[in-house]
């Protein structure tokens, strides 16, 4: 199994109080794969529906962002494979 791999962004490099800080995560894993399921329904007499597809993710990654001074991020959005956070400096 692959690790996960993750890259991360700020949209500074410094940030006077009170400033909104953006952080971009940039990340993946080579073992997460989607899953497609068809049904098809069919009744006694053999007449069947139209296929309906759903798609699910197997093991999906989960974002946590902390910081050592203790402030509150909030995810902006979150495509599954970037995701934004922000925070007050």
């Given at each position: ?17 009170g ?13 997460t ?18 296929p ?20 509150t ?17």
């Open positions: 199994m692959a690790a996960p791999t993750v890259t991360a962004s700020l949209n500074a490099s410094a940030f006077p109080p400033a909104q800080m953006l952080l971009t995560v940039t990340y993946s894993d080579a073992d794969k989607p899953l497609t399921v068809t049904i098809v329904v069919t009744d006694a007499q053999g007449n069947s529906s139209a309906v597809k759903v798609t699910a993710v197997i093991d999906p990654l989960t974002l946590t962002v902390t910081d050592n001074s203790g402030r991020w909030t995810q902006v959005s979150d495509n599954g494979s970037v995701a934004v956070y922000r925070a007050v400096a």
